[in-house]
């Protein structure tokens, strides 16, 4: 028999919210639900019900008739994704008429099931809404994490609008979508460079720039032990290469600065033994 742990742990995979066909897939019939909702479940809207601990965003979405879709379902998976839209990305059902933009894989838009879209509706609205540096950051992220094979990737980015060939740029040893970016950035500016380099003694270092440029792309999330990162640099140093350390700001928010900063090392020909 179903009961209320196996309820709220299928819940919490979509923010919280659980629709009544996902309660009729677990054997759950509307006798037993209008008993839950007098405990544990409240209800949002017709065929839909929340947790006491459920997300208000997801919640919200839902009672506007939507679910939680493209980067904003994928960022809830874990996938790396730009930080560049903050709002909460939406997908309505085919027949209701919205006002504004929102998202949908390209030329379809499946049925809603749950609050929060599975992986493979999530990316292919992630395709048809992103511009194309974002979108390979997020299928680098997915190879990365072997959520999709490359074969998926080239199917996405065909069924998507952008031209097939940026399938090509994608890379699964991409560690962060920082590191994706500058890799992407550096290549259209014709800069050949290798990444997830092994260095004996070091480790392995994001990108590798002629034979000593070494470029380390910090993340908001990699700051807990920069003790690691001196150590790292100061090894390097020995060993010959010059360290480079980039922070999400100057990525981000500062990158005209940061491009002709590399590109000064590069003309001394620093990179260079």
């Not at 995979?13 to 509307?30: D, E, F, H, P």
């Not at 999709?148 to 940026?166: F, G, K, Q």
């Not at 910090?218 to 350390?245: C, I, N, Q, T």
């Not at 590399?262 to 990179?271: E, F």
Request: glycine share 6%; charged share 25%; proline share 4%.
């Amino acid at each position: 028999m179903v009961g209320m742990h196996d309820i709220e742990r299928i819940a919490a995979a979509n923010g919280g919210v659980i629709s009544a066909k996902q309660l009729r897939q677990c054997g759950v019939n509307y006798k037993t639900v209008r008993k839950l909702c007098e405990g544990n479940l409240v209800a949002i809207r017709k065929g839909w019900y929340q947790t006491r601990t459920a997300d208000t965003t997801v919640v919200t979405v839902v009672k506007g008739g939507g679910v939680v879709s493209c980067i904003s379902a994928l960022r809830h998976l874990g996938v790396w994704v730009p930080n560049t839209a903050h709002d909460t990305h939406v997908r309505y059902p085919a027949h209701q008429r919205r006002p504004g933009r929102h998202c949908h894989p390209y030329k379809s838009n499946p049925p809603i099931n749950s609050a929060i879209d599975t992986a493979e509706v999530a990316l292919g609205a992630a395709a048809n809404c992103l511009e194309p540096e974002d979108l390979v950051v997020v299928l680098d992220s997915m190879l990365n994490k072997q959520m999709i094979e490359m074969a998926d990737a080239r199917t996405i980015v065909s069924d998507s609008p952008h031209p097939n060939y940026l399938a090509d740029r994608c890379d699964r040893r991409a560690q962060s979508g920082l590191e994706t970016i500058v890799r992407l950035r550096l290549r259209e500016l014709g800069i050949q460079l290798e990444i997830q380099v092994h260095i004996p003694g070091v480790g392995y270092v994001d990108l590798l720039v002629g034979q000593r440029l070494v470029l380390e792309t910090d993340g908001k999330e990699f700051h807990e032990d920069r003790d690691h990162d001196y150590r790292r640099d100061l090894a390097l140093h020995a060993l010959g290469y010059l360290p480079v350390r980039l922070s999400y700001s100057q990525v981000m928010d500062d990158w005209p600065n940061t491009r002709d900063a590399i590109l000064a090392l590069i003309r001394r020909r620093d990179h260079l033994r």
